[in-house]
T-cell receptor, first 112, second 113 residues
Framework: AQSVSQHNHHVILSEAASLELGCNYS??????LFWYVQYPGQHLQLLLK??????LVKGIKGFEAEFIKSKFSFNLRKPSVQWSDTAEYFC??????????FGAGTRLFVKA | GAVVSQHPSWVICKSGTSVKIECRSL??????MFWYRQFPKQSLMLMAT?????????EQGVEKDKFLINHASLTLSTLTVTSAHPEDSSFYIC?????????FGQGTRLTVV
C-alpha cells in the first residue's frame, strides 16, 4: 500500500539547535514530495516541495529538504530552530490523480 | 498563495441529524478537491476525491452513503455527513490543488452529541 512514514512523533529542541525530521515513502514511481507545517490553530501551510531536479530543496523560513531516491527518503532540515518553529510537521507524497498521502506528523516543540 | 475556505469552522449537531460542510476555492478554479479527516493526534486521512460535474471517488473503507460529496461548480465542493453519530466527530479538512501544490482549508471541527 502507498504510505508515508515519519520517524519521530514528538521532538523537543532548544532554540538554536539543528533539526532533522525523517520521512520515507513507500513507492518508487513518480515522486512528488512535500513538507507541510501546521502551527497551532492554523491551516496547513506548504513549506517546500520536490518534483524533479536538484534533490536539495529550499523552502520558506530557512527549511530545506533532501530527496534521496535510493533511500526513498525526503528528510526535512533546519540548521537553527526558533521558538516560533513550534508546530506539527507533515511529510506528504502526491500519488496518482493528485491524491496527497500524509505521514503521521511530527510535533516539534522548541524551548525558548 | 491560493486560498481555500471552509465553512463552518466548527459545528455541533445532535446524533441522527445531517451536517453540510462547504469548501470553496476563493481565487482559483478547482476541478478536483479532496476531503480529509483528522483524528486527534493523528495524520490526515484522505476520505474522497471530489470531481466537478461527476461522482466523487471514495477511499477504501469510507461509506459513500454516509459522506455525501457534491462538486457542483469549479469553486465549491460540499461534504454532507448524513445521520451523524458521535463516532463521526472529527476534524474535516478540504484541499484543492493549483500551481503544483495543494492548499488547505482551515478545517471544520464537527462534534456530534
Amino acid at each position: 500500500a502507498q504510505s508515508v512514514s515519519q520517524h519521530n512523533h514528538h521532538v523537543i529542541l532548544s532554540e538554536a539547535a539543528s533539526l532533522e525530521l525523517g520521512c520515507n515513502y513507500s513507492y518508487g514511481g513518480t515522486v512528488n514530495l512535500f513538507w507541510y507545517v501546521q502551527y497551532p490553530g492554523q491551516h496547513l501551510q506548504l513549506l517546500l516541495k520536490y518534483f524533479s531536479g536538484d534533490p536539495l530543496v529550499k523552502g520558506i523560513k530557512g527549511f530545506e529538504a533532501e530527496f534521496i531516491k535510493s533511500k526513498f527518503s525526503f528528510n526535512l532540515r533546519k540548521p537553527s530552530v526558533q521558538w516560533s518553529d513550534t508546530a506539527e510537521y507533515f511529510c506528504a507524497w502526491e500519488a496518482g490523480g493528485f491524491k496527497t498521502i500524509f505521514g503521521a506528523g511530527t510535533r516539534l516543540f522548541v524551548k525558548a | 498563495g491560493a486560498v481555500v475556505s471552509q465553512h463552518p469552522s466548527w459545528v455541533i449537531c445532535k446524533s441522527g441529524t445531517s451536517v453540510k460542510i462547504e469548501c470553496r476555492s476563493l481565487d482559483f478554479q478547482a476541478t478536483t478537491m479532496f476531503w480529509y479527516r483528522q483524528f486527534p493526534k493523528q495524520s490526515l486521512m484522505l476520505m474522497a476525491t471530489s470531481n466537478e460535474g461527476s461522482k466523487a471517488t471514495y477511499e477504501q473503507g469510507v461509506e459513500k452513503d454516509k459522506f455525501l460529496i457534491n462538486h457542483a461548480s469549479l469553486t465549491l465542493s460540499t461534504l454532507t455527513v448524513t445521520s451523524a453519530h458521535p463516532e463521526d466527530s472529527s476534524f474535516y479538512i478540504c484541499s484543492a490543488r493549483t500551481g503544483g501544490a495543494a492548499f488547505f482549508g482551515q478545517g471544520t471541527r464537527l462534534t456530534v452529541v
